[in-house]
Nanobody, 127 residues
Framework: QVQLAESGGGLVQAGGSLRLSCVVS????????ISWFRQAPGEERRSVAA????????YYADSVKGRFSISRDNAKNTVFLQMNSLKPEDTAVYYC????????????????????WGQGTQVTVSS
């Protein structure tokens, strides 16, 4: 069984930065593609960024390109999401999710393709 635990959320002013972490345990971390999704109240869960198990070009939603950066440290079983120049519209619960040996889609990532999820961490950006 794979378990994921997010941390790093919080309250920040617009223009500020946060770094989210997702620690993965239970299986060989280096064989899992990790995606970050977010869900605002009343909205569907949307993909934000993804990084493949074997490296390669990460995925970013258009709304976060140039501001967010995803990276992974296989030695620490951790994926990071560095979020800069935060905007109020970035406010949401952020979830990391894992899937075994899948590729990163060129377009949006599909939540149903990820069987393992963390509990989420709240990010609130004030104006």
């Amino acid at each position: 069984q794979v378990q994921l635990a997010e941390s790093g959320g919080g309250l920040v002013q617009a223009g500020g930065s946060l770094r989210l972490s997702c620690v993965v345990s239970g299986r060989t971390f280096s064989t899992y593609t990790i995606s970050w999704f977010r869900q605002a109240p009343g909205e569907e869960r949307r993909s934000v960024a993804a990084i493949a198990w074997n490296g390669g070009r990460p995925y970013y939603a258009d709304s976060v390109k140039g501001r967010f950066s995803i990276s992974r440290d296989n030695a620490k079983n951790t994926v990071f999401l560095q979020m800069n120049s935060l905007k109020p519209e970035d406010t949401a619960v952020y979830y990391c999710a894992a899937a075994y040996l899948i590729g990163v889609r060129v377009g949006v990532q599909i939540p149903s393709e990820y069987p393992y999820w963390g509990q989420g961490t709240q990010v609130t950006v004030s104006s």
